[in-house]
Nanobody, 115 residues
Framework: QVQLVESGGGLVQAGGSLRLSCAAS????????MGWYRQAPGKQRELVAV???????NYADSVKGRFTISRDNAKNTVYLQMNSLKPEDTAVYYC?????????WGQGTQVTVSS
């Protein structure tokens, strides 16, 4: 089992920044990748960014150049730095850990960007 706890969401004006954190615990020794997904009302959950055990990263086109995913292995924590936020970034953001082809999810954290 892997437990994920997100933090750092909130309300911010357009153009502002937020940093999300995701702390992992439990059986984390063989996590293949960790990522951030988001789900806006009435929309499907979508991948925002992923960082693999190799350190390689991928981003959704809509956030490239604005968001940065990183990790602190000593703290078992993954971060999502979000800059130049837009109202369309408003969503619940979920942390995800992929281990042995199984996805573990956090409880989600709300990000609201006002115009």
């Amino acid at each position: 089992q892997v437990q994920l706890v997100e933090s750092g969401g909130g309300l911010v004006q357009a153009g502002g920044s937020l940093r999300l954190s995701c702390a992992a615990s439990g059986s984390i020794f063989s996590i293949n990748a960790m990522g951030w997904y988001r789900q806006a009302p009435g929309k499907q959950r979508e991948l925002v960014a992923v960082i693999r055990s190799s350190g390689s990263t991928n981003y959704a086109d809509s956030v490239k150049g604005r968001f940065t995913i990183s990790r602190d292995n000593a703290k078992n924590t993954v971060y999502l730095q979000m800059n130049s936020l837009k109202p369309e970034d408003t969503a619940v953001y979920y942390c995800d850990a992929l281990r042995d082809e199984y996805h573990y999810w956090g409880q989600g954290t709300q990000v609201t960007v006002s115009s």
